[in-house]
Every structure is written in structure tokens, then in C-alpha cells.
């Protein structure tokens, strides 16, 4: 079974810059595992941010940006602001009939 | 403006059948893959199925195979999930999804599924 693993939490001040990872069980993320990103606040849909690894949203803000770190897919937020605090998800293709697998999520805490 | 609206959420007991929609505006549907994913509650996302633009390919998580259907109706612009054989925990938030390009950039609300007795 493929697990794509993510911190649970984490906490930034506001200004701060703060990288959150995604891993795989199955070995290194490469661009091939074509990496988006979401955003969740309580009672809220998911919101899209980042895809392809990189590449944004119209309505994603600068702040924001999505890279390969170490074998690992990373979302960096520099110059935190509060409204960022919620909840992060990464999504990873494993192709074919494993299809897309969602990471555990990471809790972001700004104070 | 893209939309998507799902319905057809309720409560159902164990092994009840549900079948949701998703109704889709704003944007050709016809030329998009669509997804389904879903959340229990208080719990993380999890992808369920997605379908080609023209339903010649479906792809399903592992736990729904052989009790859950997506289809489409490209004349209608809908999507749908048909849930058989429902379990406890496939009580959860249903959302559906616009997959283009290798992004997942429009979401619906959601629809709540209920399973139990």
C-alpha cells in the first residue's frame, strides 16, 4: 500500500518562512509524480495551489511556492500572514491503477 | 464561472446504496477528467475514482473497487458516484473535482454520506 507522508504540524511566525515536505513509500518524488498542493480551512473545500510541482494558480498567491527538496516535494510560504494558518495537502501520482494518493495533511499554526 | 455542485447525500444504513451527482458549469465538461475524493470527519482527504472525458477510462482506490461506479453524462454535464454495498466508514464528505493538466483546481462543496444503522 502507498503512503505519502507529510508533518502533522507545524508552527510559523507571522513574516516567517516555513517549508512543508511530501514524501512516498515508494521512493523518491520526482516531477513525474506531477505534486499539487491544497489548502483546507475548517468547514471548508480544499483549496488548489500548487500543481505540476511548481507551477500556481491564477488565484494563488506569491507567497507561495512549490519545488522538489531532497527527494521530497516541498510548499514554501514566505512572509507568512495569519489567514495562512490551516491545514496543507499534498497530492502525488503513482500512475496507472494506484492512480493519485493524498498525503496525511500538515496542521500550519501562525503565531 | 466554473461550478460544481454535488447532491445526493443522506444517511443510509450498512450496505444500502447511494448514488451522488456532481453538476458542472461555466466550463466545457466534456473535455475534463473529473474525480471524486472524499473526507471523513475530522480526517484527511482521500482520492476515490477518477473518469476520462469520454468515460473510456475509470480509476478506483482499492477499498471502493467492486462496490463504487463513476460515470458521466457529458449531455447533462454531470458526474456521478454510484455507492454500493456502503460500509460504516465510508461515511464522509464527497467532493467532486475538475482534473486538468495535471491539477485539481476547481472543487465543489461537497455532499455528506452517513452510513450507519
Known amino acids: 500500500q502507498t503512503v505519502v507522508t507529510q508533518e502533522p504540524s507545524l508552527t510559523v511566525s507571522p513574516g516567517g518562512t516555513v517549508t512543508l515536505t511530501c514524501a512516498s513509500s515508494t521512493g523518491a518524488v520526482t516531477s513525474g509524480y506531477y505534486p499539487n498542493w491544497f489548502q483546507q480551512k475548517p468547514g471548508q473545500a480544499p483549496r488548489a495551489l500548487i500543481y505540476?510541482?511548481?507551477n500556481k494558480h491564477s488565484w494563488t498567491p506569491a507567497r507561495f511556492s512549490g519545488s522538489l527538496l531532497g527527494g521530497k516535494a516541498a510548499l514554501t510560504l514566505s512572509g507568512v500572514q495569519p489567514e495562512d494558518e490551516a491545514e496543507y495537502y499534498c497530492l502525488l501520482y503513482h500512475g496507472g491503477i494506484l492512480s493519485w494518493v493524498f498525503g496525511g495533511g500538515t496542521k500550519l499554526t501562525v503565531l | 464561472e466554473v461550478q460544481l455542485v454535488e447532491s445526493g447525500g443522506g444517511l443510509v444504513q450498512p450496505g444500502g446504496s447511494l448514488r451522488l451527482s456532481c453538476a458542472a458549469s461555466g466550463f466545457t465538461f466534456s473535455s475534463f477528467w473529473m474525480t471524486w475524493v472524499r473526507q471523513a470527519p475530522g480526517k484527511g482527504l482521500e482520492w476515490v475514482a477518477n473518469?476520462?472525458?469520454?468515460?473510456?477510462?475509470?480509476y478506483y482506490v482499492d477499498y471502493v473497487k467492486g462496490r463504487f461506479t463513476i460515470s458521466r453524462d457529458n449531455t447533462k454535464n454531470s458526474l456521478y458516484l454510484q455507492m454500493n454495498s456502503l460500509r460504516v466508514d465510508d461515511t464522509a464528505v464527497y467532493f467532486c473535482?475538475?482534473?486538468?493538466?495535471?491539477?485539481?483546481?476547481?472543487w465543489g462543496q461537497g455532499t455528506l454520506v452517513t452510513v450507519s444503522s
Open positions: 473518469i476520462k472525458q469520454d468515460g473510456s477510462e475509470k
Open positions: 505540476s510541482t511548481s
Open positions: 473535482a475538475r482534473h486538468h493538466d495535471w491539477a485539481f483546481g476547481y
